[in-house]
């Protein structure tokens, strides 16, 4: 699968959010584009503060992958550029690659307000690809807080 059908994936995912939740999606894919696992977030609906779409989609993907919670070689694509949160648990998930659409100014941290995935202090970092069908990703997103302030 090529960038463009992995967001695409992590799109069709942020629609399964609850009415309340952000929609973000993520999808996890092994080295042979075979979707492990996908999430959206559910941080409103669990009342989990943890409850990120990349997290759950991780830790989906860590249970089905063979290799316990070593995720090595595999892709995680998302609507949103993770935060500081997300981007530690890709590094300690040894995730190979990270796609993903909308930039995040405000709190994103593989590129934007900080690069914690690309740190030269850690070990491993994985291959960062961002700005994928950005502007679907963000309407989705604009759209959402759009409908919360009328």
């Known amino acids: 699968m090529n960038d463009l059908e ?3 994936a992590a799109l069709a995912a942020a629609g399964d959010a609850s009415p309340a939740d952000v929609p973000v999606g993520a999808v996890v894919f092994d080295a042979d584009g075979h979707e492990l696992a ?8 669990t009342g989990d503060p ?3 779409a990349e997290v759950l989609a991780l830790r989906a993907a860590a249970r089905v992958h063979g290799d316990g919670w070593r995720l090595e070689g595999c892709t ?3 609507t949103l550029e993770p935060c500081t949160m997300c981007a530690g648990a890709l590094v300690l998930a040894r995730v190979s690659r990270v796609v993903f659409g909308a930039w995040e100014p405000k709190t994103g941290a593989v590129g934007s307000l900080w690069d914690v995935v690309r740190d030269p202090r850690l070990t ?3 291959e960062v ?5 950005e502007d679907e990703c963000g309407a989705v997103l604009r759209d959402f807080f ?3 302030r009328l």
């Open 50 to 52: 943890t409850a990120h």
């Open 124 to 126: 491993y970092r994985p």
């Open 146 to 148: 759009v409908s919360k």
């Open 76 to 78: 995680l694509a998302v």
């Open 38 to 45: 996908r999430a959206a977030n559910a941080r409103e609906a």
């Open 129 to 133: 690809r961002g700005g994928i069908l």
């Open 6 to 8: 992995l967001v695409r």
